[in-house]
């Protein structure tokens, strides 16, 4: 489950975001506030591809530490 982080995650975060944006958008696009509406979508969505990018790269980072870890331990062993 924790290697499929940086897909879950944003979708979860990603529903957070839909509801609260209708919730709250509903009245600043009444009160004619659509930049405003428009622009706090916007922030939502590049925190979004941020998240997703950086869990990635932390997920890769943590994938390749175990790989050379287990590596490096096999090799203490065949010099002994």
């Not at 590049?46 to 980072?61: D, M, T």
């Amino acid at each position: 489950m924790r290697k499929y982080k940086y897909i879950w995650l944003p979708v979860l975060l990603s529903v957070y975001f839909l509801f609260m944006t209708f919730y709250f958008g509903m009245d600043l696009l009444r009160q004619g506030e659509t930049m405003r509406f428009w622009l706090t979508v916007g922030a939502e969505l590049a925190v979004l591809v941020a998240l997703v990018f950086f869990l990635k790269k932390r997920e890769k980072l943590r994938t390749e530490r175990e790989k050379d870890m287990t590596g490096s331990s096999r090799d203490r062993y065949k010099k002994l």
